[in-house]
Nanobody, 127 residues
Framework: QVQLVESGGGSVQAGGSLRLSCTAS????????MGWFRQAPGKEREGVAA????????YYADSVKGRFTISQDNAKKMVYLQMNSLKPEDTAIYYC????????????????????WGPGTQVTVSS
């Protein structure tokens, strides 16, 4: 069983930055696809970014490319989401997610492909 806990959410003005952190309670996060999703009120949960922890391949939604960066620290068993140039439409609850051991992050943007989820952290961007 993998437990995930997000931190780093908050309220910022448009153009600002936040860094989200996800801590995993496992012996290692190697050989996993780990992702960040978000869900705004009245909308479906959408994939924001993902990283394959063995190799470091990264994946991004078009809406965040060039603004968000996903990274990992395998030794600390943490995954980060650096969010720059935030926009009001980035306002949502952000969730960290992980798959069981995997060979890739195929279809990384599909929530049903992830086995474990954190409780979420709120990000609010004001105009």
């Amino acid at each position: 069983q993998v437990q995930l806990v997000e931190s780093g959410g908050g309220s910022v003005q448009a153009g600002g930055s936040l860094r989200l952190s996800c801590t995993a309670s496992v012996s290692t996060i190697s050989y996993r696809c780990m992702g960040w999703f978000r869900q705004a009120p009245g909308k479906e949960r959408e994939g924001v970014a993902a990283i394959y922890t063995s190799g470091g391949s990264t994946y991004y939604a078009d809406s965040v490319k060039g603004r968000f960066t996903i990274s990992q620290d395998n030794a600390k068993k943490m995954v980060y989401l650096q969010m720059n140039s935030l926009k009001p439409e980035d306002t949502a609850i952000y969730y960290c997610a992980a798959r069981r051991s995997a060979l890739s992050c195929g279809e990384w943007y599909k929530a049903e492909n992830y086995n474990y989820w954190g409780p979420g952290t709120q990000v609010t961007v004001s105009s």
